[in-house]
């Protein structure tokens, strides 16, 4: 195989795509009907995925056991028969920002390429629970994004529009309706930051995190892909400007095909294959309260205010915010950051000023200039990359996966993702879409 390379029409890899069949099969499947069985039997239920031996070859290795990794791994095997893959994580998989991120998904951004984008993953996302026969929980209760001033309800409106040119259901409200979707917000105008209006976007939601990566580590690996565990990746091997294997804490896999999917590690990754990126890594934080009764169904953010919330399923509200303001690869969670979000909550909803926070984590996210990811070849033939993933990444596995397993498939750059290469940066072709991802996630 000659892995993707820098031209763009490669053509298929015959080798890999000959003989095998486009197949679904997904092991055996969840049903109610298996769940009595279960029930009543006290059957042990099958292993999810599978611990394998670790091939010292394989057709494309993928570093980064993420929603990404895990998506890319599954649909090289569903979409396209490439199944010789491994997919290798240094932790346990969702271990990275997969697992920390407080599961927002939307398609509302700001830029045609990006609202494109983001609404395939979207659509994606609404049949991913019947693709993978595992419920990934999506609850599409509406996004609402809150304007406090007048420069604020001007880039709603902006976005309001260039979202309703590319099909996607984006409106600016008043501060009334605002009140009628939230009951519990301070929407009087007499606040110290008065809500002058929202965009809102009906089909944003969120979803349950850890189900998407398990559904797709599960699909994958009935397909036959390997996920590897506790294997960190320490170096890869590049001959001339070709990509030929990597070097792993477990032994040495030779590979013609490397794909990073290392989100806040992706500097660290890309570096040993001798290729910069654009990249800082920043902590992001996050908390939850205890349980409630549900009173919130919509998520709520606020730019100005660098918050956001939304209920789960479970009563407790999640809360989150904008980066820590200094690069730094520590997940330690700080006291600074609680008490800013608490008073910005309170700002919004003085309500819930009796409720606890139960915990708060954090998480690293690799953030690029123009808040649009990085993804497709590299200058060395093989190595590709699809990070940049910042503070809004996860709502984006699925379609970055399905792209990404077509451009190795095929050699060919999917026109969806052609707009976040790389070469962007010196072309000084930027996508910028801070505007939109800054605290929304
Ligand atoms: C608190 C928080 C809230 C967020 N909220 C949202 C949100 O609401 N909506 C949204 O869309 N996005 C959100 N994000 C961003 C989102 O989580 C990420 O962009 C996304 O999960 C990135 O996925 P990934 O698969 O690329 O990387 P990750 O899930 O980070 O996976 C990378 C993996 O690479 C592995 N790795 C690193 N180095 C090596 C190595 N050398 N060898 C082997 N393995 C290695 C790591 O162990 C890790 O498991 C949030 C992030 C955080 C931290």
Redesign the pocket.
């Known amino acids: 195989m000659d892995g993707a390379t820098n031209g763009n029409s490669n053509g298929v890899r015959p080798r890999l795509r000959d003989g095998l069949r486009r197949s679904r099969t997904r092991g055996p499947r969840y049903s109610a009907l298996r769940l009595v069985r279960h029930g009543l039997t006290q059957e042990d239920w099958p292993l999810t995925w599978h611990r394998q031996p670790m091939r010292p070859r394989y057709d494309v290795v993928i ?9 890319t791994a599954y649909y090289l095997a569903a979409n396209h028969g490439i199944r010789d893959v491994a997919v ?18 939307r398609s509302n951004y700001l830029t045609p390429e990006g609202i494109r984008f983001y609404d395939r993953s979207v659509k994606l996302y609404e049949h991913l629970a019947a693709d993978l026969n595992f419920n990934v929980m999506f609850s599409q209760r509406g996004h609402l994004t809150l304007a406090h001033n007048d420069s604020s309800l001007r880039t709603m409106r902006w976005r309001a529009e260039v979202n309703k040119l590319q099909g996607v259901d984006s409106e600016v409200i008043d501060p009334d309706e605002v009140k009628r979707l939230v009951p519990y917000m301070d929407t009087s105008p007499t606040t110290r930051f008065p809500i002058l209006g929202a965009l809102y976007h009906p089909p944003g939601g ?1 979803i349950r ?1 850890d189900a998407v ?1 398990w559904g797709y580590a599960r699909a994958a690996d009935a397909l036959g892909v390997h996920i590897h565990q506790d ?4 170096g890869i091997d590049v001959v001339g400007d070709r990509v030929t294997g990597v070097r ?1 804490d477990r032994g040495e896999i030779s590979t013609p095909v490397v794909l990073n ?6 500097t ?2 890309s570096d ?1 294959a001798g290729v910069s990126m654009p990249v800082q890594t920043f ?4 908390a939850v309260t205890e349980p409630v009764r549900p009173f919130l169904d919509t998520v709520v953010v606020s730019g100005t205010l660098h918050v ?1 919330v939304s209920q789960t399923d479970r009563g407790e509200l999640v809360f ?1 915010a904008s980066v820590d303001p200094f690069a730094s690869y520590s997940t330690r969670g700080s006291l600074e950051f609680v008490e800013g979000l608490a008073g910005h909550v309170l700002e919004l909803m003085p309500a819930l000023s009796k409720m606890r926070l139960l915990r708060q ?6 953030m690029t200039p123009d808040f649009s990811p990085i993804m497709g070849v590299t200058p060395v033939d093989g190595f590709l990359v ?2 940049g ?9 699925p379609v ?1 996966g399905e792209s990404m397993a077509e451009l190795i498939a095929t050699g060919t750059t999917p026109e969806i993702i052609a707009t976040f290469d790389l070469a962007r940066f010196p072309e000084g072709r930027l996508v910028g879409e801070k505007g939109a991802a800054a605290v929304g ?1």
């Open positions: 570093i980064g056991g993420g929603v990404h990794g895990l998506a290798l994580d240094k932790s346990y998989i969702g271990s990275g920002g997969s697992g920390r991120n407080t599961a927002i998904l969120v995190h990566v294997t960190e990746v320490t792993t999917c290392t989100a806040g590690w992706s660290l990754v040993m902590p992001l934080q996050a956001y989150g984590w954090s998480g690293l996210c690799d699809d990070i993933w910042g503070t809004y990444g996860f709502k984006a596995g970055s996630h």
